[in-house]
C-alpha cells in the first residue's frame, strides 16, 4: 500500500449490526465505505457514512459480489472489509489469500469456517472441547419421535462446498427451524427436499438463550463479552431483540474452550441455551458481526474498532475494566414483532406469555434500559429510513 489506511468497507444490509459498524468506525474518523445491493439501506442515510457503493446482490450474482469487494480491497486506503453476513465471511474466508495481497486478514480461515458452519462440525469440536451441546443427529437416523425435538440444517449456508443441490457460484438459506410434534413421525423425505440436504434434528432445549462474543487473533482472545436473550422475535425465541450484557465465569470459559479448540481467527458470537440444570448447551457460533453489537458498545465494548486496531497492525490494549456488566439495548421494531408474536402465534413446545404482562415487560424495561440498537439523538436518520423501510415492504403484504 503506498497511501495511507484510512477505509474501512461496510456492507450495509438493513442490520443494527452493519449500522453499529459504521457508526463506530465513522466516530473514530475512520472513512467509512458502505457498500449494498439494496436502495437505501439505514446506513446510507447514517451522518458516518462517508461514502456509498452499490454491488451486485450475492444472491443474483455471487461472483460479481466477490469481484467488488475485491475491487475495493485494491485501494491504497481500504485497511479492512468487515463481514457483517454468513455470505460476507464466506467470500472473505474463500477468497483469504487473493485479499491478504492487499490487506490484513482479521477473519477466519475456509477451514475454520467451514467447521463452524456444519453444524456435526462444530458439535464434534464441542465435544474435544469439553463444552455440552444437546443430543443431535442426522435427520435420517432417528426412528424415535416421542421425544421433544426440533429441525434445523446441518449447514448454516448451502453452497457448491457443501451439498451437490446447489450449484457452483450460488449461495442459498436453508429454512428455518421446524418445531416437531413429540409421538408424530415428520416426513423425512419431504423435509430433506425442502431443506436441499439432510438437516440435523436435536432435543429441544427450554431455557434462556445466551451467548460468548469474542474478537480473536491468531487463536488468542482480544476482547470477550457476553449476552442475555431477554425478548426475541418470537416468544419463542428466534433473534435477540432484547439484550442484556452480562458476565458468568461458566459461560465465559464454555466460550473461550470451544474458540480455543477451533483456534478461531476474528470475530464469533457462540451461542449456547442454560437449561433447568444450569448447563450451558452449544447452539451454534455465527462467524460475522452480530445484530445486536449495538448492546456490546453501549457496555463499553467498541468491537468495530478494535477489528479496526487489528487490520491497521495497532495494539488493541486490556479493555476488560471498560465492561459495563447489566447495561441492555432494545430494537424497537423487534419488540413491536414480539409482542405480535405474543398476540398471533402459537408454538406447541413453548407456553405463550400473558399478553398485559408481555406489554408491561417491554415499556417497563425501555424506561429503566434507554438504549437503542437503531434509535440514536446524533445520527436520527438512520432510525428513520428503516421504518420507512418496514413500512414499504409491509404495505404490499397487507
Known amino acids: 500500500m503506498d497511501g495511507p489506511v484510512e477505509s474501512a468497507v461496510v456492507p450495509a444490509v438493513g442490520t443494527a449490526g452493519s ?25 446510507f442515510s ?17 461472483p460479481g459480489y466477490r469481484d467488488a469487494l475485491l475491487a475495493l480491497a485494491t485501494r491504497d486506503d481500504v485497511g479492512l472489509i ?27 480461515t475456509f477451514e475454520q469456517l467451514g467447521t463452524v458452519h456444519d453444524r456435526i462440525r462444530l458439535f464434534d469440536a464441542a465435544e474435544r472441547a469439553d463444552v455440552t451441546v444437546p443430543e443431535t443427529a442426522l435427520l435420517d437416523e432417528i426412528d424415535d419421535w416421542d421425544r421433544e425435538r426440533i429441525v434445523k440444517g446441518r449447514y ?22 421446524i418445531f416437531l410434534e413429540p409421538g408424530v413421525e415428520p416426513d423425512v423425505d419431504t423435509i430433506v427436499e425442502e431443506m436441499g440436504h439432510v438437516p440435523i434434528t436435536q432435543e429441544y432445549v427450554a431455557g434462556e438463550e445466551y451467548c460468548f462474543r469474542g474478537l480473536y487473533a491468531d487463536g488468542e482472545p482480544v476482547v470477550t463479552s ?19 450484557a452480562v458476565d458468568i465465569p461458566q459461560l465465559e470459559a464454555a466460550g473461550r474452550a470451544l474458540l480455543a479448540e477451533l483456534d478461531w481467527d476474528g470475530l464469533a458470537s457462540v451461542g449456547f441455551i442454560r437449561d433447568d440444570t444450569g448447563a450451558f448447551k452449544l447452539l451454534e457460533i455465527n462467524p460475522r458481526t452480530p445484530s445486536s453489537m449495538p448492546m456490546d458498545i453501549h457496555a463499553g465494548l467498541d468491537y468495530p474498532y478494535y477489528w479496526w486496531q487489528l487490520a491497521a497492525g495497532e495494539d488493541v490494549g486490556d479493555h476488560r475494566a471498560d465492561y459495563r456488566s447489566g447495561t ?13 408474536s405474543v398476540l398471533a402465534e402459537d408454538y406447541s413446545l413453548t407456553e405463550s406469555p400473558s399478553v398485559p404482562g408481555t406489554v408491561w415487560a417491554i415499556a417497563s424495561s425501555m424506561v429503566t434500559h434507554p438504549n437503542f440498537d437503531y434509535f440514536s439523538l446524533d445520527d436520527p ?10 413500512g414499504r415492504e409491509f404495505i404490499p403484504r397487507a
Open 328 to 340: 441492555a439495548s432494545h430494537l424497537i421494531r423487534g419488540e413491536v414483532a414480539h409482542l405480535y
Open 46 to 62: 447514517s451522518r458516518y457514512c462517508d461514502e456509498t457503493k452499490a454491488v451486485p446482490s450475492p444472491a443474483d450474482d455471487l
Open 381 to 390: 436518520a438512520p432510525f428513520v429510513r428503516d421504518w420507512l423501510n418496514v
Open 82 to 108: 468487515v463481514p457483517v453476513r454468513e455470505v460476507d465471511v464466506y467470500l472473505l474466508a474463500k477468497h483469504r489469500s487473493a485479499f491478504a495481497a492487499h490487506m490484513r486478514t482479521p477473519w477466519p
Open 156 to 177: 448454516a449456508i448451502l453452497t457448491a462446498d457443501n451439498t451437490h443441490t446447489v450449484p457452483e457460484g450460488q449461495i442459498h438459506s436453508p429454512p428455518k427451524t
Open 19 to 43: 449500522l453499529s459498524v459504521v457508526r463506530s468506525l465513522g466516530r473514530r474518523g475512520v472513512h467509512t465505505i458502505a457498500v449494498s445491493e439494496l436502495e437505501s439501506p439505514p446506513s
Open 226 to 244: 457476553q449476552k442475555r436473550l431477554v425478548r426475541g422475535y418470537k416468544y419463542s425465541r428466534g433473534p435477540s431483540v432484547f439484550h442484556e
